[in-house]
């Protein structure tokens, strides 16, 4: 429980050196120096002590948004195990609930963006709805497929497969549903090849443009809550990818530290070496990953 | 006295609801007051009634008849009791929000018919649910029929409301057919016209074409894809709180015939089983699909409906397998959240159609992209509609979430099942396939509740309505603390869709699993405190330092044009649909640096089946089909000669057996 409470703790602290990790990443493939890897903490501390501008046509809508953006990744961290250690809040079906509240949060920080009657964020909105439903069957096929490989309802049951074991008998499987939930990792974290968070084309972005007209502490949240969800999503993939656990509290979070630092460079890597794809392309590569999560479900049923 | 009593009570009460009335003039308020304390006192009694039986043991009544079959039946037991809380609840409700809806001073021309249907509709409801043979089911049925077509077309002036009527009529005529051959051969099967569980039909060989054709009869009455055609229009044409009944109830009592059918199996071939996902899956995507594409308010939530039968179809499937499987934790999970989804869609739906009801008053058009920025002026019904749009998409910690999380739980508790095979694979496809839908109505209810109440007005009378009455907020507000009660408390709705649910397990009365309904308990009630105490530290922390315009790139002359309207913002996703919704796009014509001016871009999504197919299809036919007309003229002598006839020779086929 302890150790619980003080994972969690690592990881709302260390989510936003992740996104450094990516950028930094980035900067020395291109062979630029790049911002300092504590860039995201500053961002934040700066736009936390900033006002607030509002758009006259919005209303509590507008602020909804920002507080689901940082409110649901942080239930999704309680319904995860971090670190080796079982989630803080576990139960049977928890699973449902893990998407649940991400559903949540697209619905009102969408909404959030059609509230400022901007055709930008709409078209920001229109993209998120989009994929984000193209996204979401490929999650489940692969927790099915836990579930049938683990035999448990809970998300701690299921990502912590007794590991060495469950690798051996179904290897196959396990990497097709790390393929596939990489790809919805990069599809629900807004990276390349779904969205570019560097371009400034308003018309190409989806993730930046929902949120343009949230300035100042809401878009602090908006930024926090982004870096969560990355670990969020991570720590589904390090979970899955390590399943070695040593005993020791600290040198398991260590290695579960190191392993989001890794998917963070993989990340940055892939952004690196790839450009976004045309809007036309996303939905097709989602439908990938829903298959191959799928193929993954059909292996362990055999 | 039993609950059967107080129910008979409570129905005679709301189906003579509106008759007082006719006997006072048009036009008077008076008749309205008459026709809705009746109606409401009658609603709360069966609510009571229903209420008793729901934790009671099963009351079953017999009267003497004169027609086939000897005797009339009915029965009372969990599972009736079950579907008659929604009748009750939303009919009541209803009644209240017509005072204000369809005022009768407003409505001198059509109140007081509104009003005698609604009533006959909803006691004869109670009727069909409460029936315990198949005369009973189907005498209230057709009176079902009949009332709804009455109520569909209320406003008989208006040309559309006509054509709904008419294709609604026909439709139910349809499937009330299928109904009685289904009825006929399950005689013959069991032997006798009761409703109760048949050892013997197991074996039967008419047991397959009975379930196709339960399948058929029902579905059209629930709005299965693709035997949807009625449903789109009429529940656009018709009253608001109409609309709530025919989508919140009317569709439930075709589940309601396709469940109580399922519980006189002695045990479940796995086909239907695989069928009831599939086509839950079918309905469900391409009812959301549909909707999507539609930008008239009323329509859009009436393909939601489809999509909503199409979860409940996934739910009772899961239970089909999990009984064929002989797996009773996964299949009661199954059929506790379909039967509790039908009271969520209930709550919900109706909930949702009060508040376009109020928005249509405030606006006077149900064209979503007429409407925009109505949050500020019509903030009651705004917050109700936003309760509503969430629950139906299942989001927590609302009512919608508990029961797409039964059933999906169940398709995750099939694949811990032993081996594999194709029950467990038709269980685990629910799941991702109820993920998925989930997923599109956030889309579609992002759409519509921002294109209709944020942003700012797209036209000028959408800038000038009223928030909704007394009456209409009492019956929205009662609607939104249902949804938000049964998501906040969802052990206590589990358990009692549990123990409706116990029937269909085909005779083994599990308790395996149970532990289950039980388990989300306190959960969304964390999950509500989580989402206040960052509500509440993001409220203190953001103080707007300053109110501004939208940024509009500089440019000053923004309009609320360029807004993102109904049909730009599903345009991606109907566009990946295209292969099924078939859209109708008009295209600008653009040619030369400067092209002409005055172009448009218009999107229409007229129903695949009933417009591209059998509208085309029987326009097409008529020529063949005017031939039938000479024995079609109208006149009662004659189709009374037909009928008599008809008896003769059948009286003298069973005499030469």
Redesign the interface.
């Known amino acids: 429980m302890v150790s619980s409470i003080a994972n969690l703790a690592a990881v709302l602290v260390l989510a936003p050196f992740l996104l450094g990790v990516i950028n930094r990443t980035k900067a020395l493939v291109a062979g630029r120096t790049g911002p300092p890897l504590l860039q995201a903490y500053y961002d934040l501390a700066k736009l936390?002590r900033k006002?607030?501008?509002?758009?006259?046509?919005?209303?509590w809508?507008f602020?909804?948004g920002?507080?689901?953006s940082?409110?649901a990744p942080?239930?999704a961290a309680l319904l995860l195990p971090l670190g080796g250690q079982p989630a803080l809040?576990s139960?049977?079906?928890d699973?449902?609930?893990f998407?649940?509240?991400f559903?949540?949060a697209?619905?009102f920080v969408?909404?959030a963006a059609?509230?400022?009657?901007?055709?930008f964020e709409?078209?920001g909105?229109?993209?998120e709805?989009?994929f984000?439903?193209?996204a979401?069957?490929a999650?489940?096929?692969g927790?099915?497929a836990l579930?049938?490989l683990s035999?448990s309802?809970t998300l701690t049951g299921m990502l912590d497969l007794n590991a060495a074991a469950a690798w051996q008998k179904a290897s196959a499987s396990i990497v097709l549903i790390l393929a596939s939930w990489f790809i919805v990792l990069l599809a629900e974290n807004a990276r390349v090849p779904f969205d570019d968070p560097n371009t400034h084309l308003e018309l190409t972005m989806i993730h930046e443009v929902m949120v343009?007209?949230h300035a100042?502490?809401?878009f602090g949240?908006i930024l926090y809550g982004a870096a969560l969800k990355l670990a969020v999503f991570e720590t589904l993939i390090v979970t899955l990818l390590i399943p070695y656990r040593s005993g020791s509290a600290a040198l398991d979070l260590t290695i579960f530290a190191a392993g989001l630092v890794g998917v963070s460079v993989v990340v940055g890597l892939v952004e690196s070496s790839m450009a976004r794809l045309r809007?036309v392309r996303v939905?097709q590569l989602l439908v990938t990953a829903?298959l191959l999560a799928?193929f993954a479900?059909v292996l362990v049923?055999? | 006295m039993t609950s059967l009593q107080v129910l008979a009570l409570a129905s005679g009460l709301v189906a003579f609801s509106g008759f007082p009335g006719l006997l006072l003039k048009a036009g008077s308020t008076a008749a309205q007051r008459i026709a809705t304390v009746l109606h409401v006192l009658g609603c709360a009694i069966g609510t009571g009634a229903a209420v008793w039986a729901l934790t009671g043991g099963t009351v079953t009544a017999r009267f003497a008849w004169a027609l086939p079959g000897g005797s009339i039946t009915f029965s009372l037991d969990r599972l009736s009791a079950f579907f008659l809380v929604p009748v009750f609840v939303v009919s009541g409700l209803g009644s209240i929000y017509g005072e204000g809806y369809w005022a009768e001073s407003r409505h001198p021309g059509n109140g007081r018919k509104l009003r005698v249907f609604y009533g006959v509709a909803t006691g004869s409801l109670a009727l069909v649910i409460a029936a315990g043979d198949a005369w009973a089911f189907l005498a209230g049925w057709e009176i079902v029929s009949l009332a709804a077509f009455f109520l569909v077309t209320t406003d008989q002036n208006d040309v559309q409301a006509l054509r709904a009527g008419w294709i609604y009529l026909v439709s139910a005529h349809v499937g009330t057919l299928v109904l009685f051959a289904m009825f006929t051969l399950l005689r013959d099967a069991t032997g006798g016209w009761l409703l109760v569980p048949s050892a013997v039909l197991g074996s039967s060989a008419l047991l397959s074409p009975i379930l196709v054709l339960a399948l058929a009869g029902f579905g059209l009455k629930a709005g299965v894809i693709p035997l949807h055609v009625w449903l789109p229009d009429a529940h656009a044409a018709a009253p608001s709180h109409v609309s709530a009944l025919l989508s919140g109830v009317v569709l439930k009592v075709g589940i309601y015939g396709l469940v109580r059918v399922l519980t006189m199996l002695p045990a479940y071939p796995t086909w239907l089983g695989l069928a009831l996902v599939a086509l839950g899956i079918s309905s469900g995507v391409m009812g959301v699909a549909l909707a999507l594409a539609q930008h008239d308010l009323k329509r859009l939530l009436a393909y939601h409906s489809i999509e909503n039968i199409g979860i409940i179809l996934i739910g009772l499937g899961v239970g089909v397998l999990g009984v064929a499987q002989g797996r009773l934790d996964w299949a009661i999970l199954g059929f506790a959240g379909a039967l509790l989804h039908v009271w969520n869609h209930a709550a919900f739906k109706a909930l949702l159609f009060y508040a376009a009801g109020a928005v249509i008053h405030a606006t006077g058009t149900r064209e979503i992209d007429a409407m925009?920025?109505l949050?500020?002026r019509m903030r009651f019904t705004g917050t109700a509609f936003l309760v509503g749009?969430?629950a139906i998409?299942?989001?927590?910690p609302l009512n919608g979430?508990v029961s797409?999380?039964l059933i999906?739980?169940g398709?995750?508790?099939a694949?811990?099942s032993d081996g594999?095979g194709v029950r467990?694979?038709g269980a685990?496809a629910s799941?991702?396939?109820l993920?998925?839908i989930?997923?599109?109505a956030?889309?579609c209810?992002?759409?519509a509740?921002?294109?209709v109440f944020?942003?700012?007005p797209r036209t000028a009378r959408a800038a000038t309505g009223a928030d909704a009455s007394g009456s209409m907020r009492v019956a929205m507000g009662g609607l939104a603390l249902a949804c938000i009660m049964i998501g906040l408390a969802p052990a206590v709705a589990a358990r009692l869709s549990r123990d409706a649910a116990v029937v269909l397990l085909a005779g083994g009365a599990g308790t395996s699993g149970n532990?289950?309904l039980g388990?989300?308990g306190l959960?969304p009630l964390?999950?509500l405190a989580?989402?206040a105490a960052?509500?509440v530290a993001?409220?203190a922390?953001?103080?707007?330092?300053?109110?501004?315009?939208?940024?509009?790139c500089g440019y000053a002359a923004g309009s609320?044009r360029?807004?993102?309207s109904a049909s730009?913002?599903?345009?991606?996703?109907v566009g990946?649909f295209r292969w099924a919704v078939f859209p109708d796009e008009h295209r600008p014509h653009m040619d030369g640096p400067f092209p002409a001016a005055e172009q448009r871009f218009e999107s229409h999504a007229p129903d695949p089946v009933l417009d591209r197919f059998l509208l085309p299809a029987f326009s097409r036919g008529r020529s063949i089909l005017g031939l039938a007309r000479a024995i079609q003229a109208g006149r009662i002598q004659a189709y009374i000669l037909y009928i008599v006839v008809t008896l003769l020779i059948l009286l003298a086929w069973s005499a030469s057996w």
Not at chain 1, 51 to 58: I, N
Not at chain 2, 541 to 552: G, H, N
């Open positions: 936390l006002g607030f501008v509002v758009s006259s046509t919005t209303t809508i602020l909804a920002p507080v689901l940082v409110a942080f239930v809040l139960f049977t079906g699973m449902i609930l998407v649940g509240v559903a949540l697209r619905f969408s909404a059609m509230d400022t009657g901007s055709p709409g078209m909105a229109a993209r709805v989009t984000s439903a193209l979401e069957p999650l489940l096929f927790m099915l579930t049938r035999g309802l343009l007209d100042g502490p809401a949240f809007l939905p829903t799928g479900v049923l055999r | 925009g920025g949050f500020r749009a969430a998409c299942g989001l927590p979430f797409e999380w999906a739980l398709s995750f508790r694949l811990t594999g467990v694979l685990a799941a991702p396939a993920a998925f989930g997923a599109l956030v889309a209810f992002v759409k509740f921002s294109v944020l942003g700012s532990a289950d388990v989300l959960v964390f999950l989580v989402l960052f509500g993001a409220f922390w953001t103080r707007p330092a300053l109110r501004t315009t939208t940024w509009d609320p360029v807004q993102y730009s913002f599903a345009q991606m996703l990946l």
